[in-house]
């Protein structure tokens, strides 16, 4: 399942995911910066949901109050939610 999440407050300004379960399969990054957009979405394949989560979400960059790993948490959840509500 292809999921678009409109980042909030990152370079970055959509990431898509693509879900197998609670499994990440598939993310893109738009925008943002090159090298760790390519990085994070290879380290995060093949991971739960919850482990994207725990592993991620809440990282902050530079003075935001998240960043674009933190954004992907928050994507990852709202696909599966979306996944699960049909």
Same mark, same amino acid.
């Given at each position: 399942?292809?999921?678009?999440?409109?980042?909030?407050?990152?370079? &970055?300004?959509?990431?898509?995911?693509?879900?197998?379960?609670?499994?990440?399969?598939?993310?893109?990054?738009?925008?943002?910066?090159?090298?760790?957009?390519?990085?994070?979405? *290879?380290?995060?394949?093949?991971?739960?949901?919850?482990?994207?989560?725990?592993?991620?979400?809440?990282?902050?960059?530079?003075?935001? &109050?998240? &960043?674009?790993?933190?954004?992907?948490? *928050?994507?990852?959840?709202?696909?599966?939610?979306?996944?699960?509500?049909?």
């Amino acid at each position: 399942m292809g999921y678009k999440y409109r980042t909030k407050g990152t370079c &970055s300004t959509m990431i898509e995911v693509e879900l197998e379960g609670n499994v990440v399969k598939n993310v893109v990054f738009t925008g943002g910066c090159n090298g760790n957009l390519k990085a994070i979405p *290879k380290l995060v394949e093949g991971l739960t949901v919850e482990q994207v989560e725990q592993k991620i979400g809440g990282i902050t960059c530079g003075g935001k &109050s998240t &960043s674009c790993g933190d954004q992907l948490a *928050k994507a990852c959840r709202a696909a599966y939610e979306a996944a699960l509500a049909g």
